[in-house]
């Protein structure tokens, strides 16, 4: 059975850069109709998609956040990550790594594995 | 930007009652949409696809509906596990893919 796992720093500094790592295990990464993706929750509030990668590292981005952020994927180590540049307190949140799955719509997709969220606290 | 809207924000339901939870698309996303739940402290579950498909293990009292711009989310005779926060997103037209902002269900 698939399962995620997040790793991040917990806390940081406004004007930092974050990087968080998910680890991917009980299956493969290299799978043709599956994308893997960051989404956050502010405290209190809603989901945010952010990015997206294919194994073969084609992304995808959020445009509100596309300049300051980057997915890459190992998918040999069944390892991605994200890198985010000069936080606030509005990324504040829970991080979640999810496996997106190709719906009927070819290049479509919805998020059937999550794990289970690290949260991100941004203080000086 | 496709933006989706939940409504209500909030619903109050007695135990063993049925509920419908609404959520709309400001622009058609045919039935390429999906609903979550989730928990306090826990991750999203994903409980339907393509609007109306229920995930694996997902129990036969959820069930989804609509397309277009208009969808819903039904749960009947609710359980007390059911009380939770309800998300729908759409995966039609992106980036980027968005959600609503939630329906809570509570006691």
């Known amino acids: 059975q698939l399962q995620l796992q997040e790793s991040g720093p917990g806390l940081l500094q406004p004007s930092e850069t974050l990087t968080l790592m998910c680890n991917v295990s009980g299956g493969s990464m290299s799978t043709t109709n599956h994308f893997w993706a960051w989404i956050r929750q502010p405290p209190g509030k809603g989901l945010e998609w952010i990015a997206s990668t294919h194994y073969t590292g084609t992304t995808y981005y959020n445009p509100s956040l596309k300049s300051r952020v980057t997915i890459s994927v190992a998918p040999s180590r069944n390892q991605f990550s994200l890198k985010m540049t000069s936080v606030t307190a509005a990324d504040a949140g829970v991080y979640y790594c999810?496996?997106?799955?190709?719906?009927?719509?070819?290049?479509?997709?919805?998020?059937?594995?999550w794990g289970r969220g690290t949260v991100l606290t941004v203080s000086s | 930007e496709t933006v989706m809207t939940q409504s209500p924000g909030t619903l109050s339901v007695f135990p063993g009652k049925r509920v419908t939870l609404s959520c709309r698309a400001s622009?058609?996303?045919?039935?390429?949409l999906a609903w979550y739940q989730q928990k306090p402290g826990q991750a999203p579950r994903l409980l339907i696809y393509?609007?109306?498909t229920r995930a694996t293990g997902i129990p036969a009292r959820f069930s989804g509906g609509g397309s277009g711009t208009e969808f819903t989310l039904t749960i009947t005779s609710l359980q007390s596990e059911d009380f939770a926060i309800y998300y729908c997103q759409q995966y039609d037209s992106w980036p980027p893919l968005t959600f609503g902002g939630g329906t809570k269900v509570e006691i």
């Open positions: 999810a496996r997106g799955i190709e719906a009927d719509k070819a290049w479509s997709y919805y998020f059937d594995v």
């Open positions: 622009q058609s996303v045919g039935t390429n």
């Open positions: 393509s609007a109306s």
